[in-house]
């Protein structure tokens, strides 16, 4: 049994102190990973980034120049303590649904689009770790020579280790859109909400590209979005949200700065929750 002046030794020797690090100012710097904690609302959150969203001004394709602002924006929440996980579509590139129309038969063009993912999945990665931000890029499909096997377990590891994680290849089941992914891996790794990067500032009754006098929601339910039938995500994504009570937040990620201020709490572009009446109907 040890004496009690050894466990003093043992309490205060900052060679056994968990928060002790072997660098000068060491307490101070945990004082400041405190202080950067306390400032963040969301400490886990699943980024969702559509494929039309690389294409910046081309018609087709990824721009380079919107890839860096990306990783920039991408940076800024890491440096804070964020943990990020991302989904990002492959529209850019090839659009599954719409390749029944060409004569494709709808699974295999799903896969098309899954491998679509994968090319954009790739693209940003590269260009976060340019900015030195450690990444790794899972796929629900198995592409070990560029890619880990999609496992939960894993995936929150990764995350735990500060290291930005790509989701890639969607579900890795043709039918499912990657609207629907981003909310499955949202809940499989208990993120605490979900953020959709979008080219407008939240959710309107109608396109507000097409109709300036669309009305903006600052807040909505699930449910509402159901009854009201807008076309924020496909219907199994949203539903999946409501019954797992996952919130989400539709913004304008053109616009600098946006995605950090939403993880500190601020309020920018549309949320949207489970309403009283909508838990009840779950």
Request: glycine share 8%; proline share 3%; net charge positive.
């Amino acid at each position: 049994m040890l004496r009690p002046f050894f466990i003093f030794i043992l309490i205060n020797n900052p060679k056994n102190h968990s928060a002790y690090i072997k660098q000068s100012g060491s307490f101070t710097s945990v004082n400041k990973e405190r202080k950067k904690m306390k400032d963040i609302k969301y400490k886990r959150v699943i980024l969702k980034l559509s494929g039309e969203s690389l294409m910046g001004n081309k018609g087709f394709g990824i721009d380079q120049a919107v890839l860096d602002f990306f990783a920039d924006e991408i940076r800024k929440v890491h440096n804070i303590g964020v943990e990020l996980g991302i989904v990002i579509g492959g529209g850019n590139i090839y659009r599954g649904l719409s390749a029944s129309s060409q004569g494709i038969d709808r699974a295999t063009g799903d896969y098309m689009g899954m491998l679509a993912t994968m090319i954009n999945s790739l693209a940003l990665q590269n260009a976060i770790e340019k900015v030195g931000i450690p990444t790794r890029l899972m796929s629900a499909i198995k592409m070990e020579a560029v890619s880990e096997p999609y496992i939960s377990r894993r995936a929150i590891r990764h995350l735990e280790k500060g290291r930005v994680t790509i989701f890639g290849a969607g579900t890795g089941h043709p039918y499912f859109s990657t609207d629907t992914a981003a909310t499955l891996r949202a809940v499989e790794i208990r993120a605490d909400i979900i953020v959709k990067g979008t080219r407008v500032n939240g959710v309107f009754d109608c396109d507000p590209e097409k109709n300036p006098e669309a009305t903006k929601f600052e807040s909505i339910s699930y449910l509402d979005v159901l009854k009201k039938n807008l076309r924020v995500m496909d219907l199994t994504a949203v539903s999946l949200c409501q019954e797992n009570e996952l919130p989400m937040i539709v913004f304008n990620m053109n616009v600098p700065d946006n995605l950090l201020k939403i993880v500190k709490g601020a309020t920018i572009g549309t949320i949207i929750h489970n309403s009283l009446e909508s838990r009840e109907k779950v």
